[in-house]
Nanobody, 125 residues
């Protein structure tokens, strides 16, 4: 059974940083991609980043590129999302998803197999 456990959300002020973690189990970690969506109040869920845990290839949505960094610690079966320079518009619930056959920035929420439980990130101005 695939399981994803997230941690690391919280309340920060604009310009500060947070790191989210997504610990995975139930599949061969290095064979798949793991990604991140976020959903702001009243908005659709959007994919913002992913990483191919085997090759290290990464994808970032334009709105977070240069501020967010996705990485994986394969021995720990964990993916991280380091978020720097947070802004109020980054306020959302962040969800990791897996396993994905590739990292292309084209994941569809309706086709995601397993979601993490979500981590609330609130950025005050």
């Amino acid at each position: 059974e695939v399981q994803l456990v997230e941690s690391g959300g919280g309340l920060v002020q604009a310009g500060e940083s947070l790191r989210l973690s997504c610990a995975a189990s139930g599949f061969t970690f290095g064979d798949y991609a793991i990604g991140w969506f976020r959903q702001a109040p009243g908005k659709e869920r959007e994919e913002i980043s992913c990483i191919s845990t085997g090759s290290g290839y990464t994808y970032y949505k334009w709105s977070v590129k240069g501020r967010f960094t996705v990485s994986s610690d394969n021995p720990k079966n964990t993916v991280y999302l380091q978020m720097n320079g947070l802004q109020p518009e980054d306020t959302a619930v962040y969800y990791c998803y897996a396993p994905s056959p590739n990292c292309a920035g084209s994941a569809l929420p309706g086709r995601v197999e397993v979601w993490g439980q979500g981590a609330l990130v609130t950025v005050s101005s």
